[in-house]
Each structure stands twice: as structure tokens, then as C-alpha cells.
């Protein structure tokens, strides 16, 4: 089957840097997502990679591995607003986006 | 404000009831998509329309029932539904399902089934 794996729940300091993995088995690989969700509001678009690397995006980067089956993003002078769920999302060979559950980050001051 | 829109918010209907929830993308894109979210759960991909195709049936029970007139509208037809099809529905559209492009989120609409 296909599953996609990330911590649950991660807690950080403001000001500090986070690391939020995500591990995939899949079907195929066709690129890795990463979306940002506040409680109660839509997912929003952070990341793309699909070739491996570190793709860096202000105060944002997300890293992919393809022979490991692994990525990582990582958050850094972390801010309050920053607190929310990050979902880690796969696109298989046919094309679907396979979603992690996400995790919950609480940022504290 | 993403381009995507999705009413009603927050819907409570009961098993017996036929209501339909309603998405509209303002952003020129060919692909539309229904996902539930349940909580502490991925999201689950419903269905996929591109070119006012549907492409993507993900074994969804039949008491949901998808219709896209045309690119920019979606509506997912709800009918004699069960308690555990109580979930956040997100609607989404992309430039097509095969590229590159990511995916644009409405705020979703809250079901209740009672």
C-alpha cells in the first residue's frame, strides 16, 4: 500500500528553527508537496520538489532525498503565526497526490 | 483570498436529508477536486474532474454524488448520509492533475450528519 508518514504533533520556540519530517512509500514518485493549514482554514501551497535537493524559500526550505524516500521542512526564526499543520503530499505514478496526516506545530513564545 | 470559494460553511443535516455543497474557482484552472478531511486523518481524495471530465472515482460510496457543468463549477450531491461522513469537504482546482502546478484550496465546508 501507499503511506506517507510525519510526526503527529512537534512543539518549538519563537525564534528558533524546526525540522518536520516526512517519510513516503509510493507507487511512483512524480514530486513531493508540502501545504501549510491554520485551524479552520484552507490548506496553502509552501513547497515543490521532485528532484532531490534543498529548495529554499525565504524563511522556508524543503529538502528531498528520491532514494530515500524521505523529505524534510524546515522552518527557521520561527514566528507565532507560524503555528498550524503541515501536510506532506505525494504524487504517485498516476498522477494522485498521496497526503500525510500532517503535523500539528505549536510554536511557544 | 485563494480563488477558490466553497458554500455553504458549515452545514448540519440528518440522515433522511438531500442538500448539496457548491465550489467555485476564479482562477482560469481545467481540474477540480472534492477531498474529505476527517480529523487526525490524511486528507482523502473523493473525486477529480478535468475538463468537466471526472477522471478519479476513489471508491466513493454512491450517497455522494459529483456534478461539474462546467470548469469553474463543482458540486458534490449529498444524499441519506451516515454519521461518519461528518468531515471538513475541501474543494480544489490545479492547472490540470498531471502537472507540476499546485493545488488551490476553498476554506471547505463543515458537515454534521445528526
Known amino acids: 500500500g501507499q503511506n506517507i508518514d510525519q510526526p503527529t504533533e512537534m512543539t518549538a520556540t519563537e525564534g528558533a528553527i524546526v525540522q518536520i519530517n516526512c517519510t513516503y512509500q509510493?507507487?511512483?514518485?512524480?514530486?513531493l508537496f508540502w501545504y501549510q493549514q491554520h485551524a479552520g482554514e484552507a490548506p496553502t501551497f509552501l513547497s515543490y520538489n521532485v528532484l532531490d535537493g534543498l529548495e529554499e524559500k525565504g524563511r522556508f526550505s524543503s529538502f528531498l532525498s528520491r532514494s530515500k524516500g524521505y523529505s524534510y521542512l524546515l522552518l527557521k526564526e520561527l514566528q507565532m503565526k507560524d503555528s498550524a499543520s503541515y501536510l506532506c503530499?505525494?504524487?504517485?505514478?498516476?498522477?494522485?497526490?498521496?497526503w500525510g496526516a500532517g503535523t500539528k506545530l505549536i510554536i511557544k513564545p | 483570498e485563494t480563488g477558490v470559494t466553497q458554500t455553504p460553511r458549515h452545514l448540519v443535516m440528518g440522515m433522511t436529508n438531500k442538500k448539496s455543497l457548491k465550489c467555485e474557482q476564479h482562477?482560469?484552472?481545467?481540474?477540480m477536486y472534492w477531498y474529505k478531511q476527517s480529523a487526525k486523518k490524511p486528507l482523502e481524495l473523493m473525486f477529480v474532474y478535468n475538463f468537466k471530465e471526472q477522471t478519479e472515482n476513489n471508491s466513493v460510496p454512491s450517497r455522494f454524488s459529483p456534478e461539474c457543468p462546467n470548469s469553474s463549477h463543482l458540486f458534490l450531491h449529498l444524499h441519506t448520509l451516515q454519521p461518519e461522513d461528518s468531515a471538513l469537504y475541501l474543494c480544489a482546482s490545479s492547472q490540470d492533475p498531471t502537472s507540476s502546478y499546485e493545488q488551490y484550496f476553498g476554506p471547505g465546508t463543515r458537515l454534521t450528519v445528526t
Open positions: 482562477l482560469g484552472h481545467n481540474a
Open positions: 503530499a505525494v504524487r504517485d505514478s498516476n498522477y494522485q497526490l498521496i
Open positions: 509510493t507507487s511512483g514518485f512524480n514530486g
